[in-house]
Structure formats: C-alpha cells, structure tokens
Nanobody, 125 residues
Framework: QVQLVESGGRSVQAGNSLRLSCAAS????????MGWFRQAPEKEREFVAS????????DYADSVKGRFTISRDNAKDTVYLQMNNLEPEDTATYYC??????????????????WGQGTQVTVSS
C-alpha cells in the first residue's frame, strides 16, 4: 500500500513562489509515475505535472509550463512541485498521486491508484 502526504500549501500573493512536497511511503518506486493534480471549486481535477520515479522524464500542463518544476528526491522518498510566478488561476487544492507498475506517466487522474489528502494553495491578486 502506498501512502502519500502533501504539504507546503498556503496563501500567497500573485507573483510569489511556493514549493509543495509529497512524502511517499510503501515503496512505490519500482515502475512508478508520480503526478501532481489540482482541483478548484466546481471544476474537475486537472493534471499539473508528472515525473517517473526512475528516470528523468517529466511532463507539464501547458498552463504551468515554464513556471512549475516537478522533481523527486529518491533518498528522501519525496516528490516536489516548485511553483514560481503564481497566478490567481493557480488557486486550487493540489494532490499528489502515484501510479505503480507503469512505464510512462499519464495525464489522466484515473490512471493513478494512490492519492494524498491534498494541500490548499490560494493565490491572491
């Protein structure tokens, strides 16, 4: 069983930066894809970024490309989402997710079996 715990969300003003962390347990590392998703009120959950535990392949939604960076620290069992130049449209609950026994990372929430509880990011103008 994989457990994911997000942290780092808070309220900031537009233009500022935040780094979200996702601590993983349960050894999801083998053939695992890690993803960040977000969900704003009354909107569907949307893909933000993904990275493979083994390797360096990353993927980003167009809306965050160039502003957000996903990374992982295998020694700390943690995945990060560095968010720069935040915009009010980035306001959402951010979720970390894991898909095990895969060779590529999907943008579809349904492809991920394990989810964290979410961390709130609020960006004011």
């Amino acid at each position: 069983q994989v457990q994911l715990v997000e942290s780092g969300g808070r309220s900031v003003q537009a233009g500022n930066s935040l780094r979200l962390s996702c601590a993983a347990s349960g050894r999801p590392y083998t053939s695992a894809a890690m993803g960040w998703f977000r969900q704003a009120p009354e909107k569907e959950r949307e893909f933000v970024a993904s990275v493979m535990w083994l390797g360096y392949t990353t993927d980003y939604a167009d809306s965050v490309k160039g502003r957000f960076t996903i990374s992982r620290d295998n020694a700390k069992d943690t995945v990060y989402l560095q968010m720069n130049n935040l915009e009010p449209e980035d306001t959402a609950t951010y979720y970390c997710a894991a898909a095990v026994r895969v060779t590529t990372a999907s943008r579809l929430p349904s492809a991920y079996e394990f989810w964290g509880q979410g961390t709130q990011v609020t960006v004011s103008s």
